[in-house]
């Protein structure tokens, strides 16, 4: 959807910049099928935890995350390519992409591997990456007064996602998550489908305990992912 087509005057940029509105889903889709790639001179991704938490929180508290630059390939465009540092699917390498990202690589990488990925986060932590996936404490997120970050948990895995320790039946296992109010955060793009799943298991389960859980899920709805 193309939202302004600008017009030349001192302070707009040449007729053939457009700016353009796009969902995040739409993009990460785009990444993942291979519609949409890196130029080869962008360094590999691999961002420290406290630049993930904060991003994360960005979009929690529904801040600007900044513009992005792509540009269209073919025509005059001819730089070299290659695919987001992610698990995209298999089919994406066969693909020939219609856009590169010149700057928001950092951005989308980050958003794909903790909002889209069904495979682990590869967080930067010095001599060796470590991996794990984001959750949201829901009964946290949803009081103002608490702090986003403090509402995040980062679980650590082994790099094929397998959870480590002694609550990894928490983490893992969605009856749990659903009786301890633990939200996986690569579930928030297909919140409907855990909404279902959600209301189902808590239907079975009735009482005083389903009237807390479906409100808490409903504020947290309201407060994060709408």
């Known amino acids: 959807e193309i939202k302004q087509s600008m017009t030349i005057s001192r302070r707009s940029p040449p007729p053939d910049i457009l700016v353009s509105r796009k969902r995040l889903v739409?993009?990460?889709?785009?990444?993942?099928?291979?519609k949409l790639a890196l130029p080869n001179f962008h360094r590999e991704w691999c961002w420290p935890e406290g630049h993930m938490v904060r991003f994360l929180e960005s979009i929690a508290e529904g801040h600007p995350i900044g513009?992005?630059?792509?540009?269209?390939?073919?025509?005059?465009?001819?730089?070299?390519?290659?695919?987001?540092?992610?698990?995209?699917?298999p089919e994406a390498s066969r693909e020939r992409p219609q856009h590169l990202v010149m700057d928001g690589q950092q951005r989308l990488s980050s958003a794909y591997q903790a909002c889209y990925a069904d495979a682990p986060v590869k967080i930067n932590s010095g001599s060796a990456p470590k991996h794990g996936f984001y959750f949201f404490d829901m009964r946290k997120a949803v009081v103002s007064t608490i702090p986003v970050t403090d509402a995040l948990i980062f679980v650590e895995t082994k790099p094929d996602g397998a959870l480590r320790g002694r609550d990894a039946a928490a983490f893992s296992e969605r009856a749990e998550q659903f009786r301890r109010g633990i939200f996986p955060v690569n579930e928030v793009l297909k919140f409907p489908a855990y909404e279902k799943a959600y209301a189902e298991f808590w239907d079975e389960i009735g009482g005083a305990d389903r009237i807390e859980?479906?409100?808490?899920?409903?504020?947290?709805?309201?407060?994060?992912?709408?």
């Open 26 to 34: 739409d993009m990460l889709d785009d990444i993942h099928f291979g």
């Open 213 to 226: 859980a479906t409100q808490t899920l409903r504020e947290f709805r309201n407060a994060i992912v709408d």
């Open 67 to 89: 513009f992005l630059t792509l540009i269209e390939t073919g025509g005059n465009v001819s730089l070299g390519y290659r695919l987001f540092d992610v698990p995209c699917s």
